[in-house]
């Protein structure tokens, strides 16, 4: 069945092209994932609908981890392949250099130092901004804004609940990459300038601070041209 449907699928993708994106609608993620060496550009039509949303956030600022259990994740959860969310574990840090090294001072005390570097390890180890999205929302579940020391037990606890590999994350927040990587989103901070964190960035700027931080699926959805289905259940 399966064979006949890719010879199906290859036969209509060479003999059609004015049917092209019309077919794509529907098969855009069977088709993409298969490797079927057919020249189509489907994965380019979802990178068109995607909505590019940035979100400037410390880790242990409660706001910042409210904003994540309630609207965050939720929406990643539901609408997360149509979403391009870039996450920037900064806040009201400030960067210091001594001696060629990065250090950093955080609103919150050293704690959330570390919980940013982990943030920002998260994103750089999986590759995957939905996946980041929902580990780094996973941290900050567990360790909340609590400062108890039991980093590494959570950070295994969310790889066994999300069934995602550690090593990566791991290697990086016991090496110095992860201070460049915290700084680099230190630098990306200061080019915004945010005077309150979480503070959400949206491809469409008729939508405030306010919608977005307290109802991000609703207007999230009122940007879409091409309205997903996740955006009609509720
Ligand atoms: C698909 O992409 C290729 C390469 O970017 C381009 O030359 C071609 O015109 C595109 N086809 C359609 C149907 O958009
Ligand atoms: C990213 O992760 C999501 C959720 O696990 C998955 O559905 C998606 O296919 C991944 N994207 C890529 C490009 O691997």
Same mark, same amino acid.
């Given at each position: ?14 003999? *059609? ?18 490797? *079927? #060496? ?20 410390? *880790? ?9 259990? *309630? ?19 900064? #806040? ?34 999986? @590759? ?30 969310? #790889? ?48 405030? @601070?306010? @919608? ?23």
């Amino acid at each position: 069945m399966y064979y006949y449907k890719l010879i199906f699928l290859q036969l209509i993708f060479s003999f *059609t092209n004015g049917y092209h994106t019309k077919l794509s609608n529907g098969n855009i993620y069977d088709i993409s994932t298969q490797k *079927t #060496g057919i020249q189509d550009n489907s994965t380019e039509s979802i990178e068109k609908i995607k909505i590019n949303i940035k979100v400037y956030y410390e *880790t242990h600022c409660p706001a910042s981890v409210t904003f994540f259990r *309630t609207q965050l994740r939720p929406v990643v959860e539901k609408l997360g392949s149509y979403l391009d969310v870039h996450l920037i574990p900064y #806040g009201h840090a400030r960067t210091l250099k001594v001696r060629g090294r990065y250090h950093f001072r955080c609103q919150h005390g050293p704690e959330e130092c570390y919980g940013n570097k982990l943030h920002a390890c998260t994103v750089d180890a999986l @590759q995957n901004n939905t996946r980041a999205v929902m580990f780094n929302a996973c941290l900050m579940q567990f360790s909340g804004y609590r400062s108890e020391n039991n980093n590494a037990f959570i950070l295994s606890m969310c #790889g066994y609940i999300l069934n995602l590999p550690i090593n990566d994350i791991s290697e990086c927040i016991n090496s110095e990459r992860s201070s460049l990587l915290l700084k680099g989103y230190g630098e990306e901070t200061r080019l915004l300038r945010p005077k309150y964190v979480p503070y959400v960035i949206i491809e469409d700027p008729a939508y405030g @601070q306010f @919608q977005l931080t307290n109802d991000l699926k609703a207007t999230v959805c009122r940007i879409f041209h091409q309205v997903p289905p996740p955006c009609s259940r509720i």
